[in-house]
């Protein structure tokens, strides 16, 4: 099993700033790759970004430019610094692992709002 953890949501201005984290725990040997996902009211989940074992980055085109997704292994936690916030940004941001065994973690979620 693998667990996730985020922090680092909240409320900010737009053309703001957060800097979110998610800190895995458990059978972290066996995550091949981690993404964070969002969830606006009303939408469904989105990928915005993942980064692999092997610290391959992709983004999505929503966020190209102002999100970056980042891994510090011997901390065994994922970031996803995100710059230039626009209100339609304001979603639940989830983390998730996937495993070389085929599994999908999700974390608990945080919330980011950007006020305009």
């Known amino acids: 099993q693998v667990q996730l953890v985020e922090s680092g949501g909240g409320l900010v201005q737009a053309g703001g700033s957060l800097r979110l984290s998610c800190a895995a725990s458990?059978?972290?040997?066996?995550?091949?790759?981690m993404g964070w996902y969002r969830q606006a009211p009303g939408k469904k989940r989105e990928l915005v970004a993942t980064?692999?074992?092997?610290?391959?980055?992709k983004n999505e085109d929503s966020v190209k430019g102002r999100f970056t997704i980042s891994r510090d292994n011997a901390k065994n936690t994922v970031y996803l610094q995100m710059n230039s916030l626009k209100p339609e940004d304001t979603a639940v941001y989830y983390c998730?692992?996937?495993?070389?065994?085929?599994?999908?973690?999700w974390g608990q979620g945080t919330q980011v709002t950007v006020s305009s």
């Open positions: 998730n692992a996937a495993t070389t065994y085929g599994s999908l973690w």
């Open positions: 458990g059978s972290i040997f066996s995550i091949s790759a």
């Open positions: 980064i692999t074992s092997g610290g391959s980055t």
